[in-house]
């Protein structure tokens, strides 16, 4: 999330065709990396009886969140800049991951 981040504020400074051609094909490595392991994540996170509820709901939510994240992508861009569009959206980033860290756990707990 950390990477995604700095990519994200890193397209903000790209002004030109290399610049957001690397950016771009780093960023689809990184998700073609990102997302299976975050569902793996949220899977072992999850306990066994709830795994396919839990699931579901990150789905969901993921795509809840698709919905309206584009549409204010644009109007920020359109309204403001593109620049303080992918510095917002850059910044939002590292604000998931900083919340990530301090507050989601790497494993689930060992019962007994």
Request: net charge negative.
């Amino acid at each position: 999330m950390i990477i995604l981040g700095v990519m994200t504020l890193g397209f903000a400074f790209a002004f030109n065709i290399l610049t957001v051609s690397i950016l771009f094909l780093m960023h689809g490595i990184y998700q073609g990396l990102y997302s299976p392991t975050v569902q793996a994540w949220v899977a072992d996170l999850a306990p066994v009886d709830k795994r396919a509820e839990v699931i579901g709901t990150y789905k969901m939510l993921v795509g809840l969140s698709d919905i309206p994240g584009p549409f204010v992508f644009g109007f920020i861009w359109d309204m403001i800049s593109f620049e303080t569009a992918f510095l917002i959206g850059g910044a939002f980033c590292l604000l998931c991951a900083l919340l990530l860290l301090l507050f989601v756990p790497i494993k689930q707990p060992e019962t007994n």
